[in-house]
């Protein structure tokens, strides 16, 4: 499994509420769909952070982030909207003790939103046993744990990733991120796959799931294995089984 993506299992399994960090400078291109769907089959709950908001203007962002909901704007640099958040989270959470997952792109400012929630020198942070370096547990007062995650990739990474495994430039199994790979290719041949491998899921991460479930490829707890059902899409795909 891809790094990034091993972030994201451990934090979906830790944690009870994923805040997703955008900049209100580019609120759709900041946003991770696959992250998105992925948090939402896992029931976990989902608050988007609209950052940076002193950089545009008001009216605007909040236009642009109408249908993201529920939503909090800060700007963490210049400390506006941290306390709106801090109680968001704790009514989320009803007031108790809450596990909060921190996921973004690069640079859309996830370490100064934790600075500004921990405040300076308030934060505790520890690898956590499993996690890779970069993954940081900060404790934000007596209620609030937060885990942060490296930033994701960013679409023109994907992109090529997607296309050096589907054309066969790179092997099946050196492909550095299998599970955005095979996603991109589902997401191009939906039917095709699901006919080869008799599923029919409605998107790209519920096809994968079923194929792994389906082949028996299955994590802990009975989940499916994602990372090993993307390898063998990618095989069967450069090996021209999946016609």
Same mark, same amino acid.
């Given at each position: 499994?891809?790094?990034?993506?091993?972030?994201?299992?451990?934090?979906?399994?830790?944690?009870?509420?994923?805040?997703?960090?955008?900049? #209100?400078?580019?609120?759709? +291109?900041?946003?991770?769909?696959?992250?998105?769907? =992925? %948090? @939402?089959?896992?029931? *976990?709950?989902? &608050?988007?952070?609209?950052?940076?908001?002193?950089?545009?203007?008001?009216?605007?962002?909040?236009?642009?982030?109408?249908?993201?909901?529920?939503?909090?704007?800060?700007?963490?640099?210049?400390?506006?909207?941290?306390?709106?958040?801090?109680?968001?989270?704790?009514?989320?959470?009803?007031?108790?003790?809450?596990?909060?997952?921190?996921?973004?792109?690069?640079?859309?400012?996830?370490?100064?939103?934790?600075?500004?929630?921990?405040?300076?020198?308030? #934060?505790?942070?520890?690898? +956590?046993?499993?996690?890779?370096?970069?993954?940081? =547990? %900060? @404790?934000?007062?007596? *209620?609030?744990? &937060?885990?942060?995650?490296?930033?994701?990739?960013?679409?023109?990474?994907?992109?090529?990733?997607?296309?050096?495994?589907?054309?066969?430039?790179?092997?099946?199994?050196?492909?550095?991120?299998?599970?955005?790979?095979?996603?991109?290719?589902?997401?191009?041949?939906?039917?095709?796959?699901?006919?080869?491998?008799?599923?029919?899921?409605?998107?790209?991460?519920?096809?994968?799931?079923?194929?792994?479930?389906?082949?028996?490829?299955?994590?802990?707890?009975?989940?499916?294995?994602?990372?090993?059902?993307?390898?063998?899409?990618?095989?069967?795909?450069?090996?021209?089984?999946?016609?």
């Amino acid at each position: 499994m891809s790094t990034f993506w091993k972030h994201v299992h451990n934090v979906l399994y830790k944690a009870e509420l994923i805040i997703e960090v955008l900049d #209100a400078r580019a609120v759709e +291109e900041t946003r991770n769909r696959e992250v998105e769907a =992925k %948090i @939402r089959r896992s029931g *976990k709950k989902l &608050l988007y952070v609209i950052n940076k908001c002193d950089l545009v203007d008001q009216k605007e962002v909040e236009k642009n982030a109408k249908n993201l909901q529920p939503s909090v704007f800060i700007s963490s640099t210049e400390h506006l909207g941290t306390t709106i958040l801090k109680k968001k989270i704790l009514e989320i959470s009803h007031g108790e003790k809450i596990v909060v997952g921190i996921v973004g792109y690069p640079n859309v400012g996830k370490s100064s939103l934790i600075n500004a929630l921990a405040g300076r020198g308030a #934060a505790g942070t520890s690898p +956590e046993s499993g996690f890779t370096k970069g993954m940081q =547990k %900060i @404790r934000v007062g007596t *209620k609030i744990m &937060l885990f942060d995650t490296p930033g994701v990739f960013p679409k023109k990474e994907k992109k090529d990733h997607f296309l050096h495994a589907k054309i066969g430039v790179v092997d099946y199994g050196k492909v550095k991120d299998p599970e955005t790979a095979a996603l991109g290719l589902i997401e191009e041949n939906k039917e095709i796959i699901n006919k080869h491998y008799q599923v029919n899921g409605d998107d790209a991460e519920e096809v994968l799931e079923q194929i792994a479930l389906k082949k028996n490829f299955l994590l802990a707890g009975k989940k499916p294995n994602t990372h090993e059902a993307a390898r063998l899409v990618l095989k069967e795909w450069q090996g021209r089984k999946i016609k």
